[in-house]
């Protein structure tokens, strides 16, 4: 349920009034509210004029979130697999040169970090035709369906885990107000029991890290020992078939003309083809492209080429909201609440402020962000103490 500008202001200074800098913190994490001088105007609307800038929320926010964190940093687009193919279909890519261009190396060190621009190209203009084809190509066949499977239970087994702690820390919680109610001893005690349980599951995790890291060790091991042992047996085989075809010849170059020679012997059975293995030993387990993910992020597409247009209608709105709204249930289930950051949540506050204020490009920042770029530009010639400032303000004022 959304607040009313008057129940901001009563939060506000129910803020004001602690005294503690740890009062304070919880508030904050209670209710997420902290006070502001605006309060004092009493024309000013805490709620509706209060505008999330549509720039940094979606472009900087959403769309880099789930490209860069998810889908790069998450392994889902490996460096010299899909992500080589998608550099590939991008290189390929003709746009007007009015449109700006992508780096050719994007998602590795080496492209740098993207603009605000270039992420609106990307989620506007080269996602919605390269990520489908990317996909198409990438994607397991349905022989692996069981990788799908393991990373869904996967997700459950984290959101089960993230549950049971988060439960845990709330009967914690209430534990330690009710020993405080009996006393500083027994608030004490409560301290330290639930310190040692905290050290105690701190000592399992890190066990369980340690041996899921030599377990991973020891199959890297072992399958790098199969496949050396597999490229010497091989070797082996096409030098002992050499050394028998020259001694065939040899042999045949004795006989008599008229003496049929031997057969030759039979070529070496066909080795089956062995999966490269990555670095880490687990090239398939690190799959994790879903069939779901071209149209969960072409929602997300379709979102922002709505809200970008000139002229918006209410059915405009309504569709993009419902959009953004499908993308962020959706991409819960695709990976997990772990992916989820603020600016999922701020963004289903877009349709809002578009109804308010009308289309992103009349409040969005980027024309702020272009003139600091412009500023930046400037050689200061090492001036400092405001003396640049005032120079610009004497100059544009």
């Known amino acids: 349920m959304e607040r009313t500008n008057l129940q901001q202001r009563e939060l506000g200074e129910q803020y004001r009034q602690l005294t503690t800098p740890t ?25 509706n004029q209060v505008v999330i800038d549509p720039m940094h929320n979606l472009f900087l926010g959403l769309v880099k979130t789930h490209f860069y964190n998810i889908w790069v940093q998450g392994k889902v687009l490996r460096p010299n697999h899909e992500l080589t193919a998608f550099h590939d279909m991008l290189a390929n890519f003709t746009l007007p040169s009015a449109c700006g261009k992508l780096p050719k190396d994007i998602g590795m060190p080496s492209g740098g970090s993207l603009t605000a621009d270039q992420w609106l190209l990307l989620s506007t203009v080269y996602g919605p035709i390269v990520i489908p084809q990317l996909w198409s190509a990438c994607l397991p066949s349905a022989d692996s369906d069981h990788i799908l499977q393991d990373r869904v239970a996967q997700i459950e087994r984290l959101e089960t885990e993230k549950a049971r702690q988060a439960e845990k820390k709330l009967a914690d919680r209430r534990a330690l107000d009710a020993a405080k109610k009996q006393g500083k001893e027994a608030y004490a005690l409560e301290r330290a029991r639930i310190a040692k349980e905290k ?14 890291a030599a377990t991973k060790q020891a199959e890297k091991a072992r399958l790098a020992a199969e496949k050396k042992a597999e490229k ?11 050394h028998r075809k020259k ?5 045949m170059e004795v006989l008599p003309s008229d003496t049929p020679p031997e057969p030759l012997p039979s070529a070496a059975p066909e080795v089956p083809h062995m999966t490269d293995v990555g670095d880490d030993g687990e090239e398939e387990l690190k799959f ?3 069939p779901d993910d071209p149209a969960n992020f072409l929602k997300l597409s379709g979102a922002l080429r709505i809200l ?19 993308y962020v249930t959706e991409l819960l289930k695709l990976y997990g609440s772990n992916v989820i950051k ?15 204020f009308g289309p992103l490009h ?16 400037f050689k200061t010639n090492n001036h400092g103490d405001g003396e640049l400032e005032t120079t610009f303000f004497s100059e544009f004022h």
């Open 23 to 47: 009062a304070c913190k919880n508030f904050v994490k209670d209710f997420a509210t902290r006070y502001t001088q605006l309060s004092r105007l009493p024309y000013f609307d805490l709620v």
């Open 199 to 212: 050290e105690s599951e701190a000592a399992e995790r890190n066990d369980a890290r340690l041996k899921a």
């Open 232 to 242: 010497a047996r091989l070797s082996a085989e096409k030098k002992a078939a050499k």
């Open 247 to 251: 001694a065939t010849n040899d042999a």
């Open 288 to 290: 994790g492209l879903h």
């Open 308 to 326: 970008m247009q000139h002229t918006l209608l209410d059915a405009d709105i309504d569709s993009a909201d419902t959009l953004i709204r499908q």
């Open 342 to 356: 603020p600016n999922h949540h701020y963004a289903t506050h877009i349709a809002t402020f578009a109804r308010n």
């Open 362 to 377: 009349d409040f969005w920042t980027f024309l702020f962000e272009r003139l600091n770029k412009v500023l930046k530009s």
